[in-house]
Structure formats: structure tokens, C-alpha cells
């Protein structure tokens, strides 16, 4: 998905940098490839995002953490006991 979407924005700025072209097809190359680049930013950073949080649970899983990449786990207080007295 990543290499398409890069051999069109590729292909969108050969088409923007052809002066042999009108004004109009140039900038609607000019619009497909701000929106290629859009969609292509946001694949990545889905990405790296993912990555992050998969690093994240390794390493609490290393070190014996309990998961704080999904939902926080509140944990109830343990009720007071009395002692007994002696």
C-alpha cells in the first residue's frame, strides 16, 4: 500500500512539473497528490503508532508491569481488618 501510494505521488509530480500541460490538469494532479500525501502521513503514523504500542507491551511484559496500553485497571482498596488483640 505504502510503495502505491508513493509511485503516485511520484507520478502526480511528474504530471505537476510538465509545462506542457495546461493550468487546469496541473492542478488537479496538484490536488490528487496533496490528497495522496494526506493519506499516506496518516498510514504512517498509524503505523509508527502501532509499532510504539507493541514495543510498549514487550517491554511491560519483560519487566512484569501490568498492561497500561489498553484500559486503566482500577483497583478496589482492600477493606480494613481488625487485629485481634492479644
Do not use: F, H
Not at 505504502?2 to 504530471?15: F, I, S, Y
Not at 490528497?35 to 511484559?61: A, H, P
Request: include cysteine.
Amino acid at each position: 500500500m505504502v510503495r502505491e501510494l508513493r509511485q503516485n505521488l511520484a507520478r502526480c509530480r511528474r504530471v505537476i512539473l510538465d509545462e506542457n500541460l495546461d493550468l487546469k490538469t496541473r492542478e488537479r494532479w496538484t490536488q490528487l497528490y496533496k490528497n495522496t500525501s494526506q493519506i499516506l502521513n496518516q498510514l504512517l503514523k498509524d503505523r509508527q503508532m502501532r509499532d510504539w504500542e507493541n514495543r510498549l507491551r514487550e517491554i511491560e511484559k519483560y519487566r512484569g508491569i501490568p498492561g497500561r496500553t489498553g484500559r486503566p485497571q482500577i483497583v478496589p482498596p482492600e477493606p480494613e481488618t481488625a487485629k485481634p488483640e492479644k
